[in-house]
């Protein structure tokens, strides 16, 4: 008894001096970055459990990437060391201070040593020295409204990046449509070989005045070769592995000032249509009998809105019977914009013999190369019809006189009897047997049944096309590729992503790919969550995007908590 209680003292004294000994230190992984570049930090703790706040590095941008913890014991007495590793991204130049960061053990607060920071702006995109950058550009700077404009974001490396989240801007005050087709091609910048990367969009303005467009954002990471020995880069230093770094690359914002339209001339029919198009009219046949038939084609093409455009007004004879069809339409969106044609044609069938004319077609739409409303007009058509003795037998136009009803052709008459025999005599007549009340409601009845249970079946197997149910789908299906046993971590992380991006988005009824945890914050206290649960959500993002990131290896209780923290988090957003 004696022995175990001198035992248990000895513990409860090492406990204490270990405790009382508690240290915390930080240090990086390098002192000089450019805006944008990533540092590695790490904050350990020897002795204790804390927790770290760094909430004063106003300075950086703070991404965790998990921690670590060892025991040790050497002489019968046991240390333990808990580390804490982050991201941090420059947001200015100058000397930046890494400020003493306060770590909470057993109530009592310890602080880190300050570390200084230099951090100097990325060197000219045209010097060829910076890794990895990006740019906009826009095909005009005063578009007229309606005009289209070329929105260009280029991706510049000279190094491999990987996992690259782009994010576009709002496009507040345009209609924007991506080009589908991305271009890639190489280029050579003093001296220097990059890869060009080039997202389109096409624009057209729907307000008069100064746009801007707001910077678009791209998350990627650096893959390069270690160049020197960095702290705790462990085995990867002696072997020089390869490194991955986090980098936020932030286009600057565009200005356009879009211009109105100018004040149509008297008498104008403005087709709406904007940019630069051409007009043509063909007949497929012009010599025809009374009762054949042609087909007039006119048709629009150029670049600009024409799937805006409508069919012009066609003058035709009188002599003529019409038959308007459906338009064809031949579109396309490429690098210089939105292109194509739009072919209305219009059956004509002559009904009287003789020489006719169909007048030109015109077609007015304002031409922003010259700034200035352009009217088309297409060449008159001539018809020569001659009599046919069939269409003379069968056809026949009446044209009644004010005061005057059209005579009839032809007046009815009895031909001949119907193929089935026509009781004519009052024998034909019998008295049927009454039909029981029971049967009368039940034939009523079966009617409103039936359009009951068609009404029920087509809600029942309507699709729902919605963005909000789009979304909680693709989030259903991101659960499910992560609750599969067998992925990896990398696939593992990214259907979390995938999972708590869509939902997200999905409650806000919008479509997308990615969020960052401050965006993801933002729109889910706007749809009314508490302030504390959106930022346990934001945090859960963060964390995954930092072990995705760090490629660290995820053992299985981990695993098990992320991914019950994610679908707990989708099925809230989906309630």
């Not at 356009?256 to 063909?282: C, E, I, N, Q, Y």
């Not at 020489?355 to 190369?369: E, G, M, N």
């Amino acid at each position: 008894m004696g022995r175990t209680l001198v035992i248990t003292l000895l513990v409860l004294l090492t406990a204490v001096v270990t405790a009382d000994a508690a240290t915390v230190s930080a240090m990086v992984d390098r002192d000089q970055a450019t805006v944008g570049e990533s540092i590695n930090l790490q904050v350990t703790i020897e002795g204790g459990d804390g927790e770290v706040d760094l909430s004063k590095l106003t300075d950086f941008k703070t991404i965790s990437r998990g921690s670590t913890s060892s025991f040790q014991m050497i002489n019968g007495r046991t240390s333990r060391q808990l580390i804490y590793n982050y991201v941090l991204i420059p947001l200015k130049a100058g000397s930046l201070t890494i400020s003493a960061i306060p770590v909470i053990i057993d109530g009592k607060a310890h602080h880190t040593t300050p570390i200084r920071i230099t951090v100097s702006q990325d060197p000219p995109a045209d010097s060829g020295q910076r890794d990895v950058y990006v740019t906009a550009t826009v095909s005009t700077a005063s578009p007229w409204i309606g005009q289209q404009v070329i929105y260009t974001f280029r991706l510049f490396n000279a190094v491999q990046v990987a996992d690259a989240k782009f994010q576009a801007p709002e496009f507040t005050g345009f209609h924007a449509e991506e080009v589908k087709d991305r271009k890639s091609y190489r280029t050579v910048i003093n001296g220097r070989e990059f890869i060009v990367t080039e997202v389109i969009f096409i624009l057209v303005p729907v307000k008069t005045g100064p746009q801007t467009i707001e910077p678009a954002v791209l998350q990627v990471g650096l893959v390069q070769r270690s160049r020197r020995p960095r702290p705790f880069a462990g085995m990867d230093a002696f072997f020089g592995r390869t490194e991955m770094t986090t980098r936020m690359l932030q286009s600057d914002p565009v200005t356009v000032t879009v211009r109105d339209l100018p004040t149509r001339p008297p008498g104008t029919v403005f087709s709406g249509l904007v940019g630069r198009f051409d007009l043509s009219a063909v007949l497929d046949k012009t010599d025809l009998q009374v009762g054949d038939s042609t087909t007039l084609a006119v048709t629009v093409s150029g670049r600009g809105n024409i799937m805006d455009a409508a069919a012009p007004a066609i003058a035709t004879p009188v002599d003529f019977k019409t038959y308007a069809d459906n338009p064809e339409e031949t579109i396309q969106n490429d690098a210089d914009g939105t292109t194509g044609s739009k072919t209305f044609r219009t059956a004509l069938v002559p009904v009287k013999a003789g020489h006719f004319r169909i007048d030109p077609v015109r077609l007015t739409y304002f031409d922003v190369d010259q700034g200035d409303y352009r009217t088309l007009i297409s060449s008159a058509l001539a018809i020569r019809v001659s009599p046919s003795e069939a269409a003379t037998a069968d056809i026949d136009v009446f044209r009644a006189a004010p005061d005057q009803m059209p005579r009839l052709k032809n007046r009815v008459e009895f031909t001949g009897r119907d193929i089935l025999p026509l009781k004519e005599g009052l024998e034909a007549l019998k008295t049927r047997h009454q039909m029981s009340p029971l049967l009368f409601g039940v034939l009523m009845v079966l009617p409103v049944l039936g359009f009951a249970v068609t009404c029920a079946a087509i809600r029942l197997t309507r699709r729902d096309d919605s963005p909000g149910r789009i979304m909680a789908e693709r989030a259903r299906q991101a659960l499910k590729t992560a609750s599969a046993g067998d992925t990896s971590d990398a696939d593992f992380l990214s259907a979390l992503y995938r999972a708590l991006v869509s939902a997200i988005l999905g409650r806000r009824g919008v479509t997308g790919a990615a969020l960052t945890w401050t965006e993801a914050r933002t729109r889910l206290i706007e749809i009314g969550w508490e302030m504390e649960d959106a930022d346990a959500a934001a945090r859960l993002l963060e964390e995954i995007e930092s072990f995705n990131y760090s490629g660290s290896t995820l053992d299985i209780a981990k695993r098990a908590d992320l991914l019950d923290q994610t679908r707990q988090t989708v099925r809230r957003l989906a309630q």
